[in-house]
């Protein structure tokens, strides 16, 4: 293990996370606000951490293998958490540390779950300060596309095969680059996901969403995360600022390969990605099951607020983002369910969304057909083949028992949630539920109207250690875990 390489990558995460402080204390700056203390007295904290990391612990072998690819996407993700915890204990908006560092695994694992237990109403004040709610939300947008990848993007870290730190940390069952240097990728990445930010903000405003507003439901929406600003969520706007988060919800949860490779003007492989369509035709089929279901037995005012408080959940819940426009905790039982079932399918591959993602599914779903083919053809040989390219059996392996090691790690987390007597049996399914996949709101106690706010610390725990689970796709925190990993051998 390459300790010295493994702690300077990230003290220089944390270098960056102390310039991202500045942005938060900057608007608290703009408001007049003491926070802007607590921000950066926290920015100093990373600075000073990051430093002393990067100062003391310089590497004389700068190779990246597998191994520590896993152990500094862990670890950092860890880091950037306690550190980015520091505002909301400092400005005295969430004291307790645990619940503070349970709202920023939240945050940058883009899960949306939240202790917080009041909110700001119609009409009234916010219940923290504008630099906080910023950094609250910001945390989303920095996390979506990846925070050692926004690192890649910006900091040369001099140091080879960072393919591995890419492949540890970015989504999906196959991980490549777009062009021959990863560190242009990266950028591609986020100039595309910077290019999407800005239009949306731009969508909001337009359709009458004020500017604060705008930029922290655009962070929540680009990154899939889902922090709201008011108790009511997005219920607290107008039906075209829905639609229109609506819309970018589903864009952002589609494989940014696809706008790159539109981006080149390369538009059939783009429009005949098999993930692309399959996870639109989930979405629509969900999106008519639960509108002629919520219609035929709870009907709103409208046959168009239906359509859009259906669609909205829909996209919201697949794309793991979280956000509401109605308590769909009163929605018929078999409308539940399907929000249900979307949690765990989730996104695409290469999208800031979380879940199983559609692609895996689809491998997996394409090795099960494979198997019945052999049972009554036992000599035939098949390939299974994902976007036209055949897949490596190592890679069908690994998306199996990524699987078998979710429901088992979540079989894990239910039962240890389940040791406190608090909620109900549907409260901690969902609750692991949401948390592994980083969706934030479930059903029961700890759905659109209810907070995570009455766990206790164990399962705040429990629930951060799922939330980063999900997010780092099992492997990088396992793996960071096992003492074998931190061998020489």
Not at 33 to 40: F, K
Not at 97 to 125: M, N, Q, R, Y
Not at 234 to 259: H, K
Request: hydrophobic content about 50%; charged content about 10%; glycine content about 10%.
């Amino acid at each position: 293990m390459n300790y010295r390489m493994v702690f300077s990558m990230i003290g220089r995460l944390l270098l960056l996370e102390a310039v991202l402080l500045l942005l938060p204390a900057a608007c608290s700056v703009l408001y007049g606000e003491s926070s802007v203390w607590a921000l950066l007295a926290s920015a100093g904290v990373a600075l000073a951490v990051g430093g002393l990391l990067v100062l003391i612990l310089r590497p004389k072998n700068k190779t990246i293998y597998a191994k520590e690819g896993f152990v500094i996407a862990a670890l950092s993700w860890i880091f950037l958490s306690a550190v980015g915890a520091l505002p909301f204990v400092f400005s005295g908006a969430i004291p307790n540390f645990v619940d503070a560092f349970f709202e920023t695994v939240s945050g940058f694992t883009t899960t949306g779950a939240s202790i917080l237990t009041t909110l700001g109403a119609h009409g009234e004040a916010l219940a923290m300060s504008h630099g906080i709610l910023f950094w609250r939300s910001f945390t989303h947008w920095v996390g979506g596309m990846g925070v050692l990848v926004l690192m890649m993007a910006l900091v040369p870290t001099g140091s080879g095969r960072t393919i591995h730190v890419m492949r540890a940390e970015a989504p999906g069952p196959i991980v490549g680059k777009l062009v021959p240097r990863l560190r242009d990728t990266a950028k591609i990445l986020y100039l595309i996901y910077f290019g999407l930010t800005v239009i949306q903000v731009i969508c909001l405003l337009v359709a009458g969403m004020p500017l604060f507003d705008s930029l922290v439901h655009t962070f929540g929406t680009a990154g899939t995360g889902g922090f709201g600003i008011y108790s009511t969520s997005i219920g607290e706007y107008n039906a075209a600022c829905q639609w229109i988060i609506t819309v970018f919800m589903w864009l952002f949860g589609v494989n940014f390969n696809v706008y790159y490779l539109l981006l080149i003007r390369a538009f059939r492989p783009a429009l005949s990605n098999r993930e692309l369509w399959l996870y639109g035709g989930i979405m629509l089929a969900s999106v008519a099951a639960i509108t002629a279901n919520v219609w035929t037995q709870m009907p709103y005012t409208t046959f168009e607020e239906t359509v859009r408080h259906s669609a909205f959940q829909v996209s919201s819940i697949m794309t793991t983002t979280g956000y509401a426009t109605t308590d769909f905790n009163l929605w018929p039982m078999f409308s539940k369910c399907v929000l249900v079932l979307l949690m765990f399918i989730g996104a695409c591959a290469g999208s800031t969304g979380g879940g199983l993602k559609v692609s895996r599914v689809m491998l997996v779903g394409k090795a099960v057909g494979r198997e019945l083919k052999r049972l009554v053809h036992p000599r035939s040989v098949g390939v299974i083949r994902l976007e036209g390219k055949r897949v490596e059996e190592s890679v069908v392996q690994s998306a199996t028992a990524y699987i078998v090691l979710y429901f088992l790690l979540f079989g894990g987390a239910f039962l240890l949630l389940c040791l406190e007597p608090a909620f109900d049996l549907e409260s901690n399914f969902t609750a692991v539920a949401a948390c592994i996949n980083n969706i934030g709101p479930g059903l029961g106690a700890v759905g659109p109207t209810g907070s995570y706010a009455d766990y206790g610390t164990l399962s705040k725990v429990v629930l951060s250690f799922a939330m980063l689970l999900g997010r780092l796709e099992i492997y990088p925190l396992v793996l960071a875990l096992l003492p074998g990993t931190w061998t020489k051998e």
